[in-house]
DNA sequence: CCCCATTTGTGCGTATGTATC
DNA sequence: AGATACATACGCACAAATGGG
């Protein structure tokens, strides 16, 4: 599979979606260090800004997490626990804000769940650790 | 409030601060647009790149959507629709692949609720119009 | 401790395409 | 038609973080 500049898909979204497979095919494994951009760039033959936009973008979608100095490592998949919604209680996904993902010190990419109790009470989850479950009643 | 190239944290996600306090403190409302790339990176004295990304930042936390050759607006608050959990199924917020979001007409940095029934079959909800409830059992 | 190689972060110049006004 | 603004893409250069010797 290669890359084709000519394309209506830009570079980056194509290279995004090669990385996407290696990494939900198992060949980049979880934890593992993704090609550095100098390599991405040498062996797809494109440069440097389609490279780091392709990285971002699986960034925002939770697969990859980047540190500087050290590259670019695909996100281990956490264990979600599962917890049960409460009667009368709601939860909605949306994406946390920048202080929410600093204090329960979430990647790019990861949804938190919100929980809202019948007195209008909040709760804040890690979108990524959490199932939300309604047990059958028997 | 302004940025210092010499922190440890990195330009964009000082802009992407500076911006999501403005957006968050209503200064910049939903709906409306945000400063041009040229003019951050005039204001802010920083570069195309940094404005870019941080930018890349807000979309991919849902908070602006960015429409080419035009700008990046505010994301309004889209009304949320009540879905009763049923019992028995169980809910996981996770961002959506690429192919999902452009079923579902999602911007970038909006999740999706991933509801299982007992069977093991799901259904994907787009997380921004979604509210999960469940009813008091009276 | 410093030096060095590697890697990402940042800034800037340039160019083309596309959408909007 | 033209101006403006963003999207994509390439190039180069240097700064900053990291880790090894």
Redesign the interface.
């Known amino acids: 599979m290669s890359i084709d500049p000519r394309s209506h898909t830009p570079v980056y979204v194509q290279l995004a979606?090669l990385l996407r497979q290696r990494i939900e095919a198992g060949e980049l494994s979880p934890g593992s260090l993704l090609p550095s951009e100098a390599r991405l760039t040498q062996e797809y033959g494109i440069g440097r800004e389609a490279v780091r936009m392709a990285v971002?973008l699986l960034?925002?979608?939770?697969l990859v997490r980047t540190q500087?100095g050290h590259g670019s490592y695909v996100r281990e998949i956490a264990e979600?626990t599962?917890i049960e919604?409460?009667?009368?209680?709601?939860?909605?996904?949306?994406?946390?804000?920048?202080a929410e993902r600093k204090h329960l010190g979430l990647d790019?990419?990861?949804?938190?769940?919100e929980i809202r109790d019948?007195k209008g009470r909040t709760e804040v989850l890690p979108?990524?650790e959490?199932?939300?479950?309604?047990?059958?009643?028997d």
């Open positions: 979606d971002a960034r925002s979608e939770g500087r979600r599962k919604l409460a009667a009368g209680n709601s939860a909605i996904a949306r994406m946390p804000t920048g790019e990419g990861v949804p938190v769940l019948a979108g990524d959490v199932e939300l479950t309604r047990p059958t009643s």
